[in-house]
């Protein structure tokens, strides 16, 4: 045995280990608002923090220390105060920054059902998405939408051959897989003149994504419909959308397929996935290490809950995806854009 080596895997470990903890103490801390209390009071003491956020100033003062030790906050020793630096309020305090505390909210989810998660590896059979504990949706949405604000519209749809310029002019657009709505909501905003539906099997997802519609006083330019990916009503589509969410269907091709015919001849198919190489030695890093860890749990789980059951998974690659795109009637696939968590394509009749 190589010490050297043990130790380093050892190492890892701890690193692991803290990382766990840390998810229990990111959600605390979103869930409390500590993230924006700190930054409302900066450079402050654990009292500070505590008194703005309504907590108990003892357990405050440990879960500041211990988001310094993970470097999520700041701690100036000579002041003996906490603060974020701008890139920390960025990535965690800011109503419309990155918000990422609330991606935390989607393991901690999955360990509530962490034994029969268990059981469904164990046997094989699936763990659907509607099975979850219900904070596993809102973690997902605070975690794509961001990256959604980011780049859909100055970026992914651009990157789209004349699709900018049919959803100014009116468009018929189908989001599918839609969940609480965030990229609907998105499209529909920043293109008026489009008819834009929301699908999405899960029933009380639908529900929240109208409310978010109506809160938005968006409520007569987009509407939802409880709809699966290869059953959504319509035909004419000049755009259907899919946001990180095919590789976890039971039937892609299906849904694909179905697609297909929904669209116009002329009408485009943009498929946003996690990011992924074709191969697995390629995907042996931090990010693949994060979508295998979600894979297994969440999207393989949930495509094992039907027939035909491809559990596609959330590392597909690109060269899969276009195998199954072309398979279900697409002529024309190509890469659109990309960013470091997703890959963006462009499929045509």
């Known amino acids: 045995m190589d010490e050297g080596k043990l130790n380093e895997l050892l190492g890892q470990f701890v690193t692991d280990l803290g990382g766990a903890f840390h998810a229990v103490s990111a959600v605390i801390g979103d869930r409390l608002g500590l993230y924006r209390a700190l930054q409302a009071t900066m450079p402050a003491t654990p009292a500070e923090v505590a ?59 999955v360990a509530r059902n962490v034994d029969a998660v268990t059981e469904a590896i164990r046997t094989g059979r699936g763990f659907g998405w509607h099975e979850h504990d219900t904070s596993l949706y809102e973690g997902t949405e605070r975690f794509f939408r961001p990256g959604y604000v980011a780049n859909l519209l100055s970026s992914w749809i651009p990157a789209l051959d004349g699709v900018e310029e049919r959803l100014r002019a ?34 009380p997802s639908i529900e929240q994504a109208r409310k978010r519609a109506s809160e938005a006083g968006l409520g007569t330019r987009v509407s939802f419909e409880v709809a699966s990916a290869a059953g959504f009503p319509g035909t004419g589509y000049d755009l259907v959308a899919i946001f990180d969410a095919l590789h976890d269907m039971p039937d ?52 094992m809950t039907a027939e035909p059951r491809t559990a596609l998974g959330a590392q597909a690659g690109e060269a899969r995806l276009t195998e199954l795109l072309r398979e279900a009637g697409f002529t024309r696939v190509r890469r659109a854009t990309e960013t470091p968590f997703n890959i963006i394509l462009e499929a045509r009749p």
């Not at 603060?83 to 109503?95: D, I, K, M, R, S």
């Not at 015919?261 to 890093?285: M, S």
């Not at 295998?292 to 393989?300: D, F, I, P, Q």
């Open 170 to 203: 009116g468009a018929k657009v189908a989001d599918v897989g839609c969940g609480h709505g965030a990229s609907t909501l998105l499209i529909a905003e920043s293109y008026p003149e489009s008819d834009v539906i929301g699908f999405d099997y899960h029933g």
């Open 51 to 109: 008194s703005a956020a309504g907590a108990g100033e003892r357990y405050v003062r440990e879960w500041l220390s211990g988001q310094a030790a993970g470097g999520y906050v700041s701690y100036d020793p000579r002041a003996d105060r906490f603060h974020l630096t701008e890139e920390q309020e960025f990535a965690l305090a800011w109503p419309d920054g990155m918000q990422t505390a609330a991606a935390f909210h989607i393991p901690v989810a």
């Open 252 to 303: 892609p091709l299906g849904a694909a397929k179905h697609i297909r015919a929904a669209l116009r001849p002329d009408g485009t198919f943009l498929l946003v996935e996690p990011f992924a190489n074709d191969r697995l030695e390629d995907n042996l890093n931090p990010v693949g290490r994060l979508y295998y860890g979600a894979s297994t749990t969440v999207c393989v789980a949930h495509s």
